[in-house]
């Protein structure tokens, strides 16, 4: 069973810049699609990246051109580079590994693989 450990939140201005890092240990992500989600307060939480076992990326539209996700599998991370931040960016940002994409482009974690999240957020 997968277990993952996000780093990297913080506090940071608006249009600053943070990395998160999402490890895993248990077993290697070099055959999962794994990525990034996001709960704001009171909010549904709601897809951010992901990154499949060939390299391919898929972003959500709120974020496209600002983060990039890449992934290290020398290292079993996940990593989330995130530029020109905004206010509406504030969220606890949850790593998940085993993911699918569901009809309507709804991705999910098949195994229900999560981390525990870290805190995001940008001041205004």
């Known amino acids: 069973q997968v277990q993952l450990v996000e780093s990297g939140g913080g506090l940071v201005q608006v249009g600053g810049s943070l990395r998160l890092s999402c490890a895993a240990a248990?077993?290697?992500?070099?055959?999962?699609?794994a990525g990034w989600f996001r709960q704001a307060a009171g909010e549904e939480g709601e897809f951010v990246a992901a990154i499949s076992w060939s390299g391919a990326n898929y972003y959500a539209d709120s974020v496209e051109g600002r983060f990039t996700i890449s992934r290290d599998n020398a290292k079993n991370t996940v990593y989330l580079q995130m530029i020109c931040l905004k206010p509406e960016d504030t969220a606890v940002y949850y790593c998940?590994?085993?993911?699918?994409?569901?009809?309507?482009?709804?991705?999910?974690?098949?195994?229900?693989?999560w981390g525990q999240g870290t805190q995001v957020t940008v001041s205004s």
């Open positions: 998940a590994a085993d993911l699918l994409r569901g009809p309507s482009s709804h991705w999910y974690s098949r195994s229900d693989s």
């Open positions: 248990g077993r290697t992500l070099s055959s999962d699609t």
